[in-house]
C-alpha cells in the first residue's frame, strides 16, 4: 500500500504516523542475541498461554527478563500493563535492575512488578472498603498475630498451655495458604484444636482483625479472592488492566497464589508461568507441585517450551541428577544435558561414622585451599541443621573459615543459647547474663518488674544475681507467687550444682532441660520448626560425649563462638538443602545420604510417595548446586536421639547411574576399628584436639566470688561445688543505718516505721500495707 500523494510505501493499514515513527526510533532487539532457540522462542512467544518448564541452570531469570523487556521494546505492552510476579522483594529487585539494563529507565514505570503479597497489598488498599477494611489498613507481623490470638485464647477461656496460641496461628496459616475461609474449613480439620474449636477461634480472630482495621499476610491474598470473587466488576478492571501476567517460580505457589493468579489469568488469557515441576520443594510450607503440573488443564492450548540446556554444570552432574529424578512419577518431564566437558564423575564415599565424615569433608576442603580452589565456592548441603554441628566443630579444629547460610551456626541458634545458659548456671551461680537469660525460660511468670529489683539490689549489694535473689527471698520486696517460683528454681540450681559430682554429665545435662521445662516447652510447641529444635538439643546432648566434663565443653563452646573469622568473604558455607535453591558453587558436598535421614523418615511416614518424591526432587536439587564437583557421602554409623544406629545408604545412591559416578574407597591407613570410640581415652586427653582438658580455674573456683565457707550453713564439697543451698552473702549480715521506729519510705508499699532490725533487713509497719519485710536499700528516710 502507498500513500497517494507521495507514492511512497506504508508500513500498513493500521499504524498510524505516531507509531510508525516509534517504531523507527526503536534500536535494534540487541537483547535477543545470545538466547538459544528454545529460549527466544519463550521469549516470543508472546499471545496466549505459556509454560516455560525451566531445568536448574537453564537461564530462566534471563529468559523471564528479556521476555518483558521484549513486551515493551516491541510495543506490546506499556510497563503499566505488566503483571510480573515473584517470591522475594530480592528477586524482584533483581529482575527490575536486569530489565533496565535491556531496555533502559523504561522500566522503572513497572508499578505491577513485585511478590505476590506486595501487589496484594496495593489492589487491596484500593478496594479495601469492599472487604471490610479501611485503606489504611495494617499489616500484622507474626509476633502480633500471636498476641492477638493470645487475647482471643484468653477470653474464651482456651487454656494456652495446653492449646499454644502459636499453634493456632500456624494453623490460621496452613487454611489461609489453601484459601479456605472459617466457612469452609472442614469440621475434621477444625477438631484437631481445642476439642473442635478452631474454627469458632478463626472466626473470631478475622472479626477482631476487622474492628483493628488489621490484616495478616495470608489476607493479603485471601481477602483478594473475595474481594474479586465478590465483585466481577472490579476483577474484569484488573483482566483488563493486565495485557500480559509472567509468574517466577511457579512450582513453588500456594493454593491461595495459585487461585488469585487463575482469577487474574482468565481475561486475556496471555499468562507466562515460568518454575520447574523438578525443584518443589517447599510442600511442607504449602507450596502444590500440581499447580505447575496441570497448567495445560486449566489453560487449554497452552504452549510449553522446555529449557533443557544447562549453563552451569559439567555433563557427569546433569546425567546424574536427570538420571536420579527420572525415578519420580508426578513430573513433566526434561533431560538436561549441556554443551561443555563431562567433567569429573559425581563421587560416592562411605564413612565410619559422622565423626569421619566431617573429618573426610574437612581434610578434601583442605587440599582443594591448597591447589587454589577458592573456599566461597565450595559448599556443605545438609539436610536436617542438626548435621551441621560436627561439620562446624570440625572447621573449628581446621582453622577452616566458615559461613552458615539460612541461619544461625550451631551454637548460636536460640534453643542451644538457652540450654548453654542453664549449664553456665549450674557450673557458676556468678554467671548474671546467663541467668537473666533463663530465669523466665520457659515462662514462669516472672516479668521485667521482678528483674527490676532483683538488678536493683545486686548493684545495690554488688553481688551477682542469683546471691541477690537468695537475698530477695527473705523479704518482700517481691510478691509471694514470684518468690516461690524463684526458690523453686534456685533449689533446682542447688541440686543440679551437688550432681555436677555424682552424676555423668550427659545424663545432667539431660535431667536439666528435663527438671527445668525447657524440653516440654519444645514439645508443645507446635510451629513447623520446633521439631529442628528439639533435634538440636539432641545433638547438643551428644556433643557433651565427647567430652570429660560439663566444664570442659563450656570452655570448647566458648573458643568456638570466639573462633574470629575476620572481614574475609573466603568462607565455606554450610546450609540446609532447602536454603540451597537458587545458589551454584564449583565444590558441593552432600553427607548424610542414609535411609531415614534422607529421604528424611518424617517425610515418609506422614506423606508416603508424595513425600519420598518430593524429598527425591531435595536430591535433585542439591546435586544441580554443583558446576563442577558434587560429592555424596553417607555414615555407617549416626547417632539418631541419642542413640548410635547403624544406618544404610539412602535408596537415592542406588538410583544414580553408574556410568556417571565413582566411589570412592576409604584409604589404606583408615581402620575402622578405630572410630566409633570417645574422643578422649581414660586419662582425659582429646585425640582431636591434641591437648587434655583440665577443669578451668573459673570452673573449679565457682560460687567463690558470692559464698563465705564461714558462713552459716553453707558447706563446700570437692572443686568448689556448692553442697547445701543455704548460702548467706556477707552484705546480709552488715549493721543498717536505720534504727526501731525510724520513720521510712518505700516506693511500694508507702510510709511506715521499723520495728525492728537484723542486719541489713528491716521489719516495717506501713501505715496502709501492714507489716513487711524488706532490705534498706529499698527505702529511705520519710
Not at 61 to 86: C, D
Not at 96 to 107: F, Q, S
Not at 555 to 561: A, F, G, R, Y
Not at 623 to 631: C, G, L, Q, S
Request: hydrophobic share 40%.
Amino acid at each position: 500500500m502507498t500513500d497517494p500523494h507521495s507514492n511512497i510505501p506504508l508500513a500498513g493499514p493500521s499504524l498510524s504516523l505516531s507509531e510508525r515513527a516509534r517504531q523507527a526510533a526503536r534500536p535494534a532487539a540487541t537483547y535477543l542475541s545470545g538466547l538459544n532457540e528454545e529460549q527466544r522462542r519463550a521469549v516470543e512467544t508472546l499471545e496466549g498461554p505459556l509454560l516455560v518448564l525451566a531445568g536448574a541452570g537453564t537461564g530462566k531469570t534471563r529468559v523471564l527478563t528479556t521476555r518483558i523487556a521484549h513486551l515493551i521494546a516491541t510495543g506490546a505492552a506499556f510497563p503499566s500493563q505488566i503483571l510480573a510476579v515473584t517470591f522475594t522483594n530480592k528477586a524482584a529487585r533483581e529482575m527490575k535492575e536486569r530489565i533496565t539494563t535491556l531496555v533502559g529507565a523504561v522500566a522503572e514505570g513497572m508499578p505491577w512488578l513485585g511478590t505476590f503479597h506486595a501487589i496484594g497489598t496495593k489492589i487491596l488498599r484500593q478496594h479495601a472498603e469492599l472487604v471490610g477494611l479501611k485503606s489504611d489498613f495494617t499489616i500484622l507481623d507474626t509476633d502480633d498475630q500471636i498476641r492477638l490470638l493470645k487475647q482471643i485464647l484468653k477470653a474464651e477461656k482456651v487454656d494456652d498451655k495446653r492449646w499454644p496460641a502459636r499453634q493456632l496461628a500456624h494453623l490460621i496459616d496452613g487454611w489461609k495458604n489453601r484459601a479456605l475461609s472459617p466457612e469452609r474449613v472442614s469440621a475434621g480439620e477444625a477438631q484437631g484444636f481445642a476439642n473442635g474449636r478452631g474454627v469458632e477461634l478463626y472466626k473470631l480472630y478475622q472479626e477482631r482483625l476487622k474492628v483493628l482495621n488489621a490484616a495478616d499476610f495470608g489476607d493479603l491474598l485471601v481477602e483478594n479472592i473475595r474481594l474479586f470473587r465478590e465483585n466481577p466488576d472490579v476483577l474484569t478492571r484488573y483482566q483488563e488492566r493486565f495485557r500480559y501476567i509472567l509468574v517466577d517460580e511457579y512450582q513453588d505457589t500456594n493454593v491461595a497464589q495459585y487461585l488469585w493468579l487463575r482469577l487474574l489469568a482468565q481475561g486475556r488469557q496471555n499468562v507466562c508461568c515460568v518454575g520447574d515441576d523438578d525443584q518443589s520443594i517447599y510442600g511442607w510450607r504449602g507450596a502444590e507441585v500440581d499447580n505447575i503440573l496441570r497448567f495445560e488443564h486449566d489453560f487449554p492450548g497452552a504452549a510449553v517450551v522446555r529449557l533443557e540446556r544447562n549453563y552451569r554444570s559439567t555433563a557427569h552432574i546433569l546425567a546424574t541428577a536427570s538420571h536420579l529424578i527420572a525415578h519420580n512419577e508426578g513430573r513433566l518431564g526434561k533431560t538436561l544435558h549441556t554443551q561443555d566437558i563431562a567433567g569429573n564423575p559425581v563421587s560416592i564415599s562411605g564413612a565410619w561414622d559422622s565423626e569421619e565424615e566431617a573429618r573426610q569433608i574437612g581434610e578434601t576442603i583442605e587440599t582443594l585451599q591448597l591447589r587454589g580452589e577458592s573456599l566461597s565456592q565450595i559448599a556443605v548441603l545438609v539436610r536436617i541443621s542438626a548435621q551441621m554441628r560436627e561439620i562446624e566443630d570440625r572447621f573449628v579444629q581446621l582453622g577452616l573459615p566458615y559461613r552458615v547460610i539460612g541461619g544461625p551456626r550451631f551454637y548460636e541458634r536460640l534453643e542451644i543459647r538457652d540450654a548453654l545458659a542453664y549449664f553456665r548456671c549450674v557450673i557458676s551461680q556468678a554467671d548474671d547474663l546467663a541467668f537473666e537469660r533463663i530465669f523466665n525460660t520457659p515462662k514462669r511468670g516472672l516479668g521485667d518488674a521482678t528483674l527490676q529489683i532483683m538488678h536493683a539490689y545486686a548493684r545495690h549489694a554488688g553481688i551477682p544475681l542469683i546471691q541477690a535473689t537468695r537475698a530477695l527471698l527473705e523479704t518482700e520486696e517481691i510478691k509471694p507467687r514470684q518468690r516461690t517460683t524463684l526458690r523453686e528454681l534456685l533449689a533446682s540450681f542447688d541440686r543440679w550444682s551437688r550432681n555436677l559430682e555424682t552424676q555423668s554429665h550427659t545424663e545432667l545435662a539431660e535431667t536439666i532441660l528435663e527438671e527445668s521445662g525447657y524440653t516440654a516447652m519444645w514439645q508443645n510447641d507446635r510451629s513447623p520448626d520446633a521439631a529442628g529444635r528439639l533435634e538440636n538439643l539432641k545433638e547438643l546432648i551428644r556433643t557433651l560425649e565427647e567430652f570429660p566434663d560439663l566444664p570442659s565443653f563450656l570452655e570448647h563452646v566458648s573458643l568456638v563462638m570466639d573462633a574470629a573469622d575476620g572481614d574475609t568473604n573466603e568462607r565455606v558455607s554450610i546450609m540446609t538443602l532447602h536454603a540451597a535453591k537458587g545458589l551454584e558453587f564449583d565444590t558441593v558436598f552432600l553427607p548424610g545420604w542414609e535411609e531415614g535421614l534422607f529421604p528424611n523418615q518424617r517425610a515418609l511416614d506422614e506423606q508416603g510417595r508424595a513425600g519420598l518424591e518430593e524429598e527425591r526432587r531435595l536430591a535433585y536439587v542439591g546435586i544441580t548446586r554443583a558446576r563442577k564437583t558434587a560429592k555424596i557421602m553417607f555414615a555407617s554409623n549416626r547417632r539418631i536421639h541419642g542413640l548410635w544406629n547403624a544406618t544404610v545408604p539412602s535408596r537415592f545412591v542406588d538410583e544414580l547411574p553408574e556410568a556417571h559416578v565413582e566411589v570412592i574407597e576409604a584409604p589404606a591407613a583408615f581402620s575402622y576399628g578405630n572410630y566409633g570410640r570417645s574422643r578422649f581415652d581414660q586419662a582425659g586427653a582429646n585425640k582431636s584436639f591434641g591437648s587434655t582438658y583440665e577443669t578451668p580455674g573459673w570452673a573449679r573456683a565457682r560460687n567463690n566470688s558470692f559464698t563465705s565457707s564461714s558462713a552459716p550453713g553453707a558447706r563446700r564439697g570437692g572443686k568448689g561445688t556448692l553442697i547445701e543451698g543455704e548460702v548467706v552473702a556477707r552484705s546480709i549480715s552488715t549493721s543498717s543505718a536505720f534504727k526501731i521506729n525510724d520513720r521510712v519510705f518505700h516506693q511500694k508499699f508507702g510510709s511506715g516505721s521499723v520495728t525492728a532490725t537484723d542486719g541489713n533487713k528491716l521489719t516495717i509497719d506501713f501505715d496502709k500495707a501492714g507489716r513487711k519485710t524488706v532490705i534498706d536499700s529499698f527505702v529511705k528516710p520519710a
